[in-house]
């Protein structure tokens, strides 16, 4: 069965330093990838997303992910965190060979700390 | 373009009752799809319309329901409620279903 692991469920940062969410899933083919983030009572915005290509892709707010296939693995990376990026990060995973649906992990939590 | 809009935002509902959440996806998605988001469980798969048709389904009790109308919008309803059903619920759209998923601000539910 398809699965999305996030395997830290909170992480501390200080402001200026560098940041690394750790994502893994389990899908039998290249999924397409996702990182949404979520503010407090707030829906999820798009990060970034992979279906194919640069294994490198560029997102917004200074983000960017790395696909790694022999790793299943898509961690999101800030060189710089800022205060506002506080918030909630969730991976997810999008199945086009198994009914287009989209499985998410259970988050990881950011705080910063000044 | 307008993003996804749910109505209500925000909901106070007792056991027993039934609720009807309604979400608009962006101009142009026909695929919509719905998420219970609760501390506990995180994001769960509810369900996905396309073109008016259920097309995926979660694992969710019979209790939960939806639809999609002509014009892409679609309703959400959940019948007898349980203190377990408060949560947020999210919708998102997209153009097919497969590609990145627009989220609206979700609908906040309490079951007194």
């Known amino acids: ?114 | 373009k307008a993003g996804v809009t749910q109505t209500p935002r925000y909901l106070i509902k007792t056991r027993g009752q039934q609720v009807t959440l309604s979400c608009s996806p962006i101009s142009g998605h026909r695929s919509v799809s719905w998420y219970q988001q609760t501390p506990g469980q995180g994001l769960q798969f509810l369900f996905e319309y396309f073109s008016e048709t259920q097309r995926n389904k979660g694992n969710f009790p019979g209790r939960f329901s939806g639809r999609q109308f002509s014009n892409s919008r679609s309703e959400m309803n959940v019948s007898t409620l349980e203190l377990g059903d408060s949560a947020l619920y999210l919708c998102a759209s997209s153009n097919t279903g497969l590609e990145t998923q627009y989220f609206g601000p979700g609908t906040r539910l309490l079951v007194l």
Do not use: M
């Not at chain 1, 200080?14 to 899933?25: D, I, K, P």
């Not at chain 1, 009572?41 to 696909?67: C, H, M, N, P």
């Not at chain 1, 997810?92 to 259970?106: E, K, L, M």
């Open chain 1, 1 to 114: 069965a398809q699965s999305v692991t996030q395997p830290d469920i909170h992480i501390t940062v200080s402001e200026g330093a560098s940041l690394e969410l750790r994502c893994n899933y389990s899908y039998g083919a290249t999924p397409y990838l996702f990182w949404y983030v979520q503010s407090p009572g707030q829906g999820l915005q798009l990060l970034l997303k992979y279906f194919s290509g640069d294994t490198l892709v560029q997102g917004i707010k200074g983000f960017e992910a790395e696909f790694k296939r022999s790793q299943s693995s898509f961690n999101l990376r800030k060189p710089s965190v800022h205060w506002s990026d506080a918030a909630e990060y969730f991976c997810a995973v999008g199945t086009p060979n198994t009914g287009n649906q989209f499985y998410f992990g259970t988050g990881t939590s950011l705080t910063v700390i000044p």
